[in-house]
């Protein structure tokens, strides 16, 4: 299972290469997009930057990439997300599929989490409504996970 899981993330982070090119392609590059907490974007949101923000609501999926990445908007539908450090604060949908440096999850996920990152973080607020696994450096657990914990 958990080699499935690993071949699965290495296939989605691959998936994020065209992102990188039509984000170079359309010169946005090194700009760092913020959606604002009064915003709400209907779609999937791809995007990669340096630092990427996004606090208002998404209704679909989001897939981001760059050095910082925060959600704390709510998304319907799935998180995917890599970078240095990647915070998920809040609602989701969907699953989450996260790499990173650091990763945190501090909000509630209806589906599975999997993160692979040096330092995991589920906060206080995470609420892990299925499975959650983890696999990192250290792995610290504030949350509910309301399944298995792997």
């Known amino acids: 299972m958990k080699r499935r899981q690993v071949i699965l993330l290495g296939l989605v982070l691959a998936a994020l290469v065209p992102g990188v090119a039509l984000a170079t392609m359309l010169g946005q590059r090194g ?7 009064d915003t ?11 630092e990427v923000t996004l606090a208002g609501n998404i209704d679909g999926d989001v897939i981001a990439a760059g050095n910082t990445v925060v959600v704390s ?5 799935d998180v995917i997300a890599a970078g240095q450090s ?4 809040g609602t989701v949908g969907g699953s989450v599929r996260v790499a990173g440096n650091s990763v945190r999850i501090d909000g509630v996920v209806t ?7 040096g330092t995991i973080s589920l906060g206080p607020n995470a609420v892990g409504q299925r499975n959650v696994y983890a696999s990192g450096g250290s792995v610290e657990v504030l949350g509910t996970v309301e399944r298995e914990l792997n």
Not at 40 to 50: E, Q
Not at 73 to 77: L, Q, T
Not at 111 to 117: D, L, P, Q
Request: aromatic content about 8%.
């Open 73 to 77: 908007g709510n998304v319907s539908g």
């Open 86 to 89: 990647v915070t998920v604060s």
């Open 40 to 50: 709400v974007y209907t779609g999937d949101y791809l995007v990669t930057a340096k």
């Open 111 to 117: 589906r599975n989490v999997t993160a692979f990152a």
């Open 31 to 37: 700009l760092s997009p913020i959606l604002a907490a």
